[in-house]
């Protein structure tokens, strides 16, 4: 199944799909797309980057255009809301959604939310008024699935907010840890220390470190470490960037700096890591 929606005047794309059509797969190569996939019926075995997820019956993961995923066409009662920011932009959009930073962000591993039996009634109707709008070829098509999209997204931020340690947190606390995630995906090329960001937000250290701990359980600095090994894995399976060149791409002068904090992380220094995976 694969049910699209575009506007060549907008270039803006939105899609219905299981993933067990070769258009559908050809999704994954193409750039620029964040992907909603909810495993409806039986469990599934995703790769995403690096690492396999077992993706849980009822449970639903949020992938950026920066993850780079393989879903096997076999899936069984696999679903998935494929969009670009031509069609909906979450930072433009950020004040009535809030999920830009938190549901969506390039973290080692995407968000992943688990449906409780009312939620999958809720997931069910919403599936069922996208398919009913697919149905309607108007002028008024991109309006509405645009509305069911940002539907979907408030949605689905509640619940993840439900999850968390704790829920009731207030919103300017939410928010200071949104826009420290999102500054260190633009950032963390080049800032590597938690009081780059301090600095930038107009607090210390120590403040990030406890809202973090309260919240995630995550400190700042595993967040900004884990985005830089998650680059650095990406550029040494799928560019052909040397060691060197990715040294420098993600701000270490020195590649013996590099391949050493990337073996702390990783396991393996960056060649034995390119090797194996390169064997599988």
Same mark, same amino acid.
């Given at each position: 199944?694969?049910?699209s929606?575009?506007s060549?005047?907008?270039? +803006? ?10 258009? %559908?797969?050809k999704?994954?190569? =193409? ?13 599934? +075995?995703?790769?995403? @980057? ?15 255009? !920066?993850?780079?995923?393989? &879903? ?5 009662? !696999?679903?998935?809301? &494929? ?11 950020? @004040? ?7 549901l969506?962000?390039?973290? =080692?591993?995407?968000? &992943?939310? /688990? ?5 999958? #009634? ?10 009913? +709008?697919?149905s ?6 991109? /309006? ?32 200071? &840890? ?6 260190? /995906? *633009? ?7 938690? #009081?780059?960001? %301090? ?17 995630i ?15 650095? #894995? $990406?550029?040494?399976?799928?560019? @052909?960037?040397?060691? /060197?060149e990715?040294? $420098?791409?993600?701000g ?13 992380? =990783? ?9 194996? *995976? =390169?064997?599988?």
């Open positions: 199944m694969k049910l929606y575009s060549l005047k907008d270039e +803006d794309n939105f899609i219905i799909t299981d993933f067990k059509c070769e258009p %559908a797969q999704l994954f190569q =193409a750039k620029g797309f964040y992907k909603i996939i909810w495993s409806k019926e039986a469990a599934v +075995d995703l790769k995403i @980057d690096d690492y396999k997820l077992s993706l849980d019956q009822n449970q639903v993961v949020f992938c950026t255009p !920066l993850n780079i995923i393989h &879903v096997p066409m076999d899936n069984r009662g !696999l679903i998935s809301f &494929v969009f670009n920011k031509e069609f909906f932009c979450i930072q433009t959009h950020d @004040d009535q959604v809030s999920c830009n930073g938190f969506f962000f390039g973290s =080692a591993q995407p968000q &992943v939310i /688990e449906l409780c039996e009312k939620d999958q #009634k809720q997931f069910s109707i919403m599936e069922e008024l996208f398919l009913n +709008d697919f309607v070829k108007d002028q008024l098509q991109g /309006e509405m699935l645009r509305s069911l999209l940002k539907r979907l997204l408030i949605i689905s931020t509640r619940l993840l907010k439900e999850d968390l340690p704790h829920p009731s947190i207030p919103t300017n606390q939410m928010d200071l &840890v949104r826009e420290f995630n999102l500054l260190v /995906e *633009k950032h963390f090329r080049k800032l590597h220390k938690v #009081k780059d960001y %301090a600095d930038l937000l107009y607090k210390s250290p120590k403040t990030l470190s406890n809202l973090f701990s309260k919240l359980n995550k400190s700042p600095l595993n967040i900004i470490n884990e985005r830089i090994i998650l680059e650095a #894995k $990406r550029l040494l399976l799928y560019s @052909d960037l040397t060691i /060197e990715i040294s $420098r791409d993600l270490y002068k020195e590649s013996g700096h590099f391949s050493k904090f990337f073996k702390k992380h =990783a396991g393996s220094n960056p060649n034995a890591f390119k090797k194996s *995976k =390169a064997a599988l």
